[in-house]
């Protein structure tokens, strides 16, 4: 069966359940500071009381928030003054309205000024990005028309406050400095509070190593991810509330490490990778083979979401062209004329799935799954191949740690048994 649930197949390496320092904690409400929560459902926010109302750091998603504004709610009713969105993604964006205290005013909604474009090719490409969000989560491009998957919508309450590279916000005589930065997104920002000494990270820092990779979104920043962690780091936070997770509470030592930590760990596969580019520019995949990853034993730089082949590659195709650099690749032919002629130097489809599951037995499901594709699309009708190619992209999807991988071998598996090449 496909998976309809984002959080599906997320689980710790260890099996344990969602604690504070995982991605999929919930709970609070958390004193982190004098008059300031942090609470979590699925996503995090942070709620700074002040003399003249709340200063909000992230909603929620709008089907989470009213669980989420609750926890809140069981400390301050203050209206809420000022909203913040760390970036324009559907869990930090979309919950403000169940924050809202009875006939208060609207309050302001600032954010980066790349979150409004954000939205706009959202709309251009919202059946494009159901379709990657349905592949990311398990399914085929069948399944991108479940309500589960539209999730590139604008938020409900648009941000009435655009800013550039920082802002300093005072609220209530609180101060609250914005700062631009591209990560997973190209329109982050973190919020550093110097008066209580939390920094609100959004998913710059999320308790797994950095999505900095995902093989099917839009470019992400790994160069600049590490240097906003160093600037995060300089302030010298007590306190740091995630994007996703628990927080650090009280512990300057302990953040510091978990942000210089992982800044280390990105600037070594960033430099890592230019210098394999560098040494005679090879193709993607053999940059990829050759970049030595750099140690990531840290609970917070677990590959559970994302892993570090996916984020070489992420600095590969920011330095690099699309090309591959293999020459047949440059200008292909379709994918299912080479099937065929490899079916046809191999003596059928049914012989190249069953030299793939040969291969399986042996170990090296890499391998199989090249021959498996080729199978496929020689004759994607054929029963015995398609079974043949969804047992494989099964059992590949079972070995991998990371959700990416797995899911997109589940998806993999999912278009084979749906009688298609995965497309
Ligand atoms: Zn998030």
């Known amino acids: 069966m496909t998976s309809k ?18 991605f999929f904690w919930s709970g609070g409400p958390i004193e982190v500071a004098e008059r300031t929560w942090f609470q979590s459902q699925f996503s995090g926010c942070t709620g700074f009381d002040t003399d003249e109302g709340v200063v909000l750091v992230d909603t929620g998603m709008e089907r989470l928030a009213p ?3 609750a926890k809140l709610r069981e400390k301050t009713r203050a209206p809420v003054h000022t909203a913040i969105y760390t970036h324009g993604h559907v869990d930090h964006a979309h919950g403000l309205a169940a924050f809202l205290a009875p006939g208060q005013p609207a309050p302001r909604v600032v954010a980066h000024r790349a979150v409004p474009e954000r939205f706009a090719r959202y709309a251009r490409t919202a059946r494009h990005n159901a379709a990657v969000n349905a592949r990311q989560f398990g399914g085929t ?10 999730t590139f919508a604008k938020p409900p309450t648009a941000p009435t406050q655009l800013y550039d590279d920082r802002l300093e916000l005072r609220v209530g005589g609180v101060r609250f400095e914005l700062h631009h ?18 920094l609100c990270t959004g998913d710059l820092f999320i308790w797994v190593m950095p999505n900095a990779g ?9 160069w600049d991810w590490a240097r906003a962690l160093r600037a995060m780091a300089a302030q010298e936070p007590a306190t740091l509330c995630p994007g996703h997770g628990g927080p ?29 580019l560098e040494d005679a520019s090879p193709p993607h995949v053999d940059v990829v083979r050759r970049v030595e990853i ?23 195709r920011y330095f690099g062209g699309w090309w591959s650099g293999r020459p047949s690749e440059l200008k292909p032919a379709p994918r299912a004329a080479v099937a065929q002629e490899m079916a046809s130097l191999a003596g059928g489809a049914r012989a190249l799935a069953a030299r793939a599951e040969a291969i399986a037995q042996r170990g090296d499901l890499a391998l199989a799954c090249h021959v498996a594709d080729y199978a496929l699309e020689a004759d994607p009708a054929d029963e015995v191949v ?38």
């Not at 649930?5 to 359940?17: I, K, M, S, V, Y």
């Not at 995902?214 to 790994?222: G, H, V």
Request: proline share 7%; hydrophobic share 40%; glycine share 4%.
């Open 141 to 150: 491009v069948s399944d991108a028309t479940s309500p589960a998957y539209a």
């Open 386 to 423: 398609r079974d043949a190619v969804v047992a494989l992209y099964e059992r590949r999807a079972e070995g991998e740690s990371s959700l990416m991988a797995r899911n997109l071998f589940r998806s993999a598996a999912a278009y084979a048994r749906e009688g298609r090449p995965f497309a």
């Open 294 to 316: 750099p140690p990531h034993d840290l609970p917070w730089l677990r590959p559970l979401y994302d892993e570090a082949e996916f984020l070489v590659r992420s600095v590969i």
């Open 248 to 276: 650090v509470v009280r512990d300057a030592a302990k953040v510091r490490h978990m942000l210089l930590s992982t800044a280390e760990f990105l600037e070594a596969l960033v430099e890592r990778t230019l210098a394999v």
């Open 214 to 222: 995902n093989p099917q979104k839009a470019q992400r920043y790994p």
């Open 181 to 198: 930065a591209r990560g997973e997104t190209d329109d982050h920002t973190w919020v550093w509070c110097p008066d209580r000494g939390v």
């Open 5 to 22: 649930n984002p959080t599906d197949g997320f689980r710790d390496l260890a099996g344990r359940a969602p604690d504070e320092a995982t």
């Open 67 to 69: 669980a989420l504004a």
